[in-house]
């Protein structure tokens, strides 16, 4: 009987579609944690991801006892349907066998497919808003600064690294502005002499431990420097895990753990994608319950979404690091190392042409790689851009039947160009030059603005110059704010306050929606409005509802 596949085709429909999950609370350390879900009740079928995910974590800390309810009239009409005959003689040993072969057999088999079949669905959502998420985050625009970066701390002090426009490290320092030392203006006096000494005008501050000390302290400094300084507070997610690893050891062999990290956070305002690519993709700080998902799926996923990014935006030869090369269609970390060690040696490349001279990059993988990786003031303008070397030809021929040169590339003298194809005809130009009309249209594009980086086009960082607190808020304040991160139930918005604030799915927008992510991406510019601070809980709760209006 529990072996018949009809028989439980029909059982799984039934419980897919009529079951309950239910929750109690077992009594242990962690469960105040999961009180939300003492006595919990909802249907299979409409049961949220993020909660599948919440109700399984708190059965793994031994903190609920979960179940799968059905009334079992419905499971035994199901039974009886198939397998009882109506025979006097034998009607009570069949209802005794059948409903043996349920208690036992069916409905553990049932209820154990049924879980897993929720954690299955749960897990693929998960995992597409972390690749939702990552996207924007490392999209978000560079910005080409003297920094500083302020890795926080009590007792140990704040690290301080100050980096140039290129990411290289200038100078390296060590302050105690925050609690037990408190050395506020001999802090003060420090920092200021790096900010006049590398023009440096951006501070990059870790939110991790001490991070609103820190915030508060550099907001005072501020208004001792001359020079136009303002601030922004980063996500510290992985940074302890680059400077303890391998990585980050071989780019910092004199530097401590914490100075590592200073550079990492100073690196994440400047570029983003450079910095966020050297750590593991699940410690990025996006999306929900990163260790509980199939690791090897959110790692293939997320790394799809990374190598995407790094070869839309392009590399520079010259600049990037061995594990942002990495990651560019037709190389691997091999032969990244191998490119990185030719440049040392003939001290920078100057076109593309010189990759087939790296050991181990044969005719192949320079066919891949060779459009995604930018010469920038090299011998070739052309290499300073996504024109692929097998379409320079046709590039060529393009400048030379409007009379223009390489030069005037350089020289940016070419904005008529468009004007002049579309006067003479898109597909006339494209069979002259012997291409297809979407390549022209490609190369154009890229000839308007060699160099370009497609980043730039997105919102800058938020950079702040003041500090609140959450006792500083009041209810129905307005704010702009930052998506941090995107969920099943709402998002997280940073408003300059150490917490980020969450605006609930049923406060973004008065039109309904299905999922915050149909009108929210991370790094998004937001206006919202306070509805309650709970500061026991450190608990912020925002609307986006209603506010022009006001």
Same mark, same amino acid.
Request: glycine share 8%; proline share 6%; aromatic share 4%.
């Given at each position: 009987m529990s072996d018949n596949a009809e028989l439980r085709k029909e059982l799984r429909l039934l419980l897919e579609n009529k079951a309950f999950i239910t929750c109690e609370l077992v009594e242990n350390e962690n469960s105040p944690t999961y009180e939300t879900y003492a006595g919990f009740k909802q249907e299979v079928k409409n049961i949220p991801s993020h909660r599948i995910l919440a109700i399984n974590r708190g059965e793994k800390e031994k903190c609920l006892k979960v179940n799968i309810e059905i009334n079992p009239d419905l499971t035994m009409a199901v039974i009886n349907k198939h397998f009882k005959k109506n025979n006097p003689d034998t009607d009570s040993l069949m209802e005794e066998t059948l409903q043996d072969a349920y208690d036992r057999l069916l409905f553990p088999a049932l209820e154990r497919e049924c879980r897993n079949n929720l954690t299955d669905k749960a897990d693929e959502q998960a995992i597409k808003m972390f690749e939702v998420n990552l996207n924007p985050l490392l999209m978000e625009a560079p910005l080409k600064n003297n920094i500083i970066g302020l890795d926080t701390a009590y007792r140990t002090g704040c690290k301080i690294a100050v980096i140039d426009k290129n990411g290289n490290v200038l100078d390296t320092a060590v302050v105690y502005p925050t609690p037990p030392q408190s050395k506020t203006e001999e802090s003060i006096e420090k920092l200021k002499k790096l900010i006049e000494k590398y023009n440096v005008n951006v501070i990059s501050i870790g939110n991790g431990t001490a991070s609103k000390e820190a915030e508060i302290f550099v907001s005072e400094l501020i208004k001792h420097v001359s020079r136009p300084v303002s601030y922004a507070v980063v996500s510290e997610a992985g940074a302890s895990v680059y400077s303890a690893s391998k990585l980050g050891a071989e780019e910092f062999p004199d530097y401590d753990v914490s100075l590592r990290s200073a550079v990492s956070i100073a690196? %994440?305002?400047?570029?983003?994608?450079?910095?966020?690519?050297?750590?593991?993709?699940?410690?990025?700080?996006?999306?929900?319950?990163?260790?509980d998902m199939p690791q090897n799926r959110l790692t293939e996923v997320l790394t799809g979404v990374v190598e995407d990014c790094v070869n839309s935006v392009g590399v520079d030869l010259n600049t990037a690091s061995p594990s942002l090369l990495s990651y560019v269609s037709g190389l691997n970390m091999s032969i990244a190392k191998n490119i990185v060690s030719y440049r040392a040696k003939v001290k920078g490349i100057k076109n593309r042409e010189q990759l087939l001279q790296v050991p181990k990059l044969g005719p192949k993988a320079y066919e891949q790689c060779a459009g995604f990786l930018r010469v920038v003031g090299g011998d070739e303008i052309l290499d300073n851009t996504a024109v692929h070397p097998e379409s320079y030809n046709a590039t060529r021929k393009l400048l030379k039947l409007f009379d223009m040169s390489e030069e005037d590339v350089k020289n940016g003298n070419i904005s008529n160009l468009p004007k002049l194809i579309e006067l003479k005809g898109e597909e006339k130009v494209a069979k002259e030059c012997e291409i297809g009309v979407p390549t022209l249209n490609d190369i154009t594009k890229?000839?308007?603005?060699?160099? %370009?980086?497609? %980043?730039?086009?997105?919102?800058?960082?938020?950079?702040?110059?003041?500090?609140?607190?959450?006792?500083?808020?009041?209810?129905?304040?307005?704010?702009?704010?930052?998506?941090?991160?995107?969920?099943?139930?709402?998002?997280f918005v940073d408003i300059g306050v150490h917490q980020d604030g969450l605006v609930h799915i049923s406060q973004i927008s008065d039109a309904y929606i299905k999922h915050p992510s149909e009108v929210l991406k991370v790094g998004d510019r937001v206006k919202v409005k306070v509805l309650s601070v709970d500061l026991s809980k450190k608990r912020i709760s925002l609307t986006m509802k209603g506010i022009e209006e006001e």
């Open positions: 690196r %994440r305002l400047q570029d983003p994608l450079a910095e966020l690519i050297k750590i593991d993709v699940k410690s990025i700080g996006v999306g929900q319950y990163q260790h890229e000839l308007l603005k060699p160099g %370009r980086d497609i %980043r730039e086009s997105m919102p800058k960082p938020v950079l702040r110059s003041d500090v609140i607190t959450m006792e500083d808020l009041k209810e129905g304040m307005v704010f702009d704010g930052v998506v941090r991160n995107v969920v099943d139930f709402g998002a």
